[in-house]
């Protein structure tokens, strides 16, 4: 498996799973579960998930589903906004390591930016890798004025930052993506496949018959293209997370990387970081 390295040092698969919406369903759990633990057979070993998700639900079923696996893992989690003040991460991230059945999280992440401020925020992250309750924390959603501001009030140990970012969403190659870059930050690709929306697409299945793929697997590989960069789909089946799986070992050619240019092309000035 490809991998992306942290500012730390420590390497983690450039392939990750997604788990907004798992846990949610009690007739698909099963299914949910056995996904989960074949995408770690298969080396998708980061799995992200939030306190957001499913109120919790997210986090127990990845708990459930692969507590016997913790080891093996690199578990993401995120706190809210609101959450993210010194007198309440703490409170937070006990409750996420609750649900997890883990006494510690390997990167937690602040979801999205409120009015805490950012400063508040290092230091409560920082207070809770020095507990070991963190190993390495890290933002999500925000745009690059906002990392030029975290890294000012003392984020230089941000470990990634989760954005939205998938062919129709390209905004962040302007100046987010080269800024990561820059500081040697890598960033975290959320809704690779648009939340299934950019499997239908024409161009897309063009070129996923020419080589062999399935649209989601080319939507992948374009993803993880450049170093530096993690993809984290959510699949609900065993077979879509093979497929997944798959598209890490897949290299699109120049060819067809101009034609996806093509068919998506990116904003040609500065747009406002999007989210979901
Ligand atoms: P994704 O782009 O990962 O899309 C998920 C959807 O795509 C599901 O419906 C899934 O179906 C389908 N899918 C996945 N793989 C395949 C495949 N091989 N073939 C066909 N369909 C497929 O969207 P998400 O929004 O879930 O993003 C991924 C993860 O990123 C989230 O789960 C969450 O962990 C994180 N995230 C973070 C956000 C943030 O603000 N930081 C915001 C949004 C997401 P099925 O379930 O049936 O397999």
New binding site residues.
């Given amino acids: 498996m490809k991998t992306v390295t942290l500012p730390s040092g420590e390497n983690v698969p450039a392939l990750g799973q997604?788990?907004?919406?798992m846990g949610e369903r009690r007739e698909r759990r099963s299914d949910e579960i056995a996904?989960l633990r074949a995408g770690v057979e298969c080396g998708m070993t980061l799995i992200?998930?939030?306190e957001m998700?499913g109120d919790g639900a997210s986090e127990t079923l990845i708990g459930e589903a692969l507590g016997d696996m913790r080891d093996r893992l690199f578990l993401v989690s995120?706190a809210y906004p609101q959450n993210a003040s010194r007198n309440r991460l703490a409170r937070a991230c006990e409750a996420s390591l609750k649900r997890l059945g883990t006494d510690r999280l390997d990167l937690y992440?602040l979801?999205?930016r409120g009015s805490v401020p950012l400063a508040e925020t290092v230091e409560a992250m920082e207070a809770l890798k020095a507990q070991g309750k963190v190993r390495h924390w890290g933002v999500?959603?925000l745009d690059t004025g906002d990392m030029e501001e975290l890294v000012a009030a003392g984020g230089v140990a941000c470990a990634t930052d989760?954005i939205?970012y998938?062919l129709t969403r390209r905004g962040a190659e302007h100046d987010l993506l080269p800024w990561l870059s820059d500081h040697g930050i890598p960033a975290m690709a959320?809704?690779?496949?648009?939340?299934?929306r950019l499997?239908a697409d024409r161009t897309l299945a063009a070129i996923a018959s020419n080589i062999g793929a399935?649209p989601?697997?080319v939507a992948l590989a374009w993803a993880m293209r450049q170093d530096g960069v993690i993809a984290?789909?959510?699949?609900?089946?065993v077979d879509?997370v093979r497929?997944?799986r798959a598209a890490a070992d897949i290299v699109l050619s120049d060819a067809d990387l101009a034609t996806l240019d093509a068919a998506f092309p990116r904003p040609r000035t500065r747009r406002p970081l999007e989210?979901?």
Avoid: C, F, R
């Fill in positions: 997604g788990s907004w919406m996904a992200d998930t939030a998700y995120k992440l979801h999205w999500s959603n989760q939205l998938n959320y809704s690779p496949v648009e939340q299934g499997l399935m989601a697997q984290i789909p959510k699949a609900g089946s879509h497929e997944n989210m979901l």
